[in-house]
């Protein structure tokens, strides 16, 4: 009877350790993992959604564009406010397919801080402000915080244009992991760089016009909606000047 009852207390105390075991493997959710996915939302629309914590790496749940209703202006006024580095749409009519047929492309100045697109006539077609990077000159190496120039006549390529409203980055800056990139990120082709865009600025809409970024080109948020939405296009040329480029005789 002893035996019997000696058994059964070992088999307990074996049976306890193993529950406690299997417990203790179980991975167990974090608050820090809670409060990553309730960081600062794209926009007031979205703040109710449940965002899941995302890398620059790309989306998971994208959040859908609102439609942006941009009016064209006139000739004067588009002078006015171009001079006054605003966003200005000349002709709202256009559509990428309209934009692609007619051989629309892109040209960022960095001396005077925008981003232009242009018909295949050279006409203007809209203009928005933009902010560059950090460090000035050509991009040398990964890291350097320097926006990337294209060659005279071998502009760069848009290679890919990406739902973005979910990426997350950390500047190192004490925010942590945040939204930064706007809804859209034009993906470029720049020969011996890689991960360089067009982007949106969630986050960091302050620091447009200006010198911040670490080599992409932002826009204000509703700006990048716009320039996908009536311009952008697969296989569009993109030139980015050099420092001291000023406007081009045609661009005068």
């Not at 002078?79 to 309209?98: G, H, Q, R, S, Y």
Request: charged fraction near 25%.
């Amino acid at each position: 009877m002893m035996k019997k009852i000696f058994a059964i207390a070992v088999a307990c105390v074996l049976g306890m350790g193993l529950t406690a075991v299997c417990q203790d493997a179980v991975p167990k959710p974090t608050k820090k993992r809670t409060e990553q996915k309730q960081q600062v939302p794209y926009s007031k629309k979205d703040r109710a959604a449940t965002l899941a914590t995302q890398s620059s790496a790309g989306p998971d749940t994208p959040v859908a564009a609102p439609e942006q209703k941009t009016e064209s202006v006139d000739q004067g006024k588009s002078a006015a406010l171009v001079k006054a580095n605003k966003t200005v749409v000349v002709d709202n009519t256009f559509t990428p397919a309209k934009a692609k047929a007619s051989g629309a492309f892109i040209v960022i100045s960095k001396k005077d801080l925008n981003l232009r697109v242009y018909d295949g006539n050279k006409q203007l077609l809209a203009h928005f402000p933009c902010c560059l990077s950090k460090n000035k000159g050509n991009k040398q190496r990964r890291g350097d915080m320097k926006t990337p120039e294209s060659p005279e006549g071998k502009p760069f390529k848009i290679t890919a244009i990406q739902d973005a409203s979910t990426w997350r980055h950390d500047f190192k800056d004490g925010r942590g992991s945040i939204k930064a990139y706007g809804h859209w990120f034009l993906r470029l082709l720049t020969p011996g760089h890689s991960g360089i865009g067009i982007h949106g600025s969630t986050n960091n809409e302050n620091s447009v016009p200006g010198r911040a970024s670490e080599g992409c080109i932002r826009l204000r948020d509703q700006d990048i909606i716009t320039l996908k939405q009536k311009f952008a296009y697969v296989g569009m040329s993109v030139i980015i000047k050099s420092e001291t480029q000023g406007l081009y005789p045609w661009e005068k």
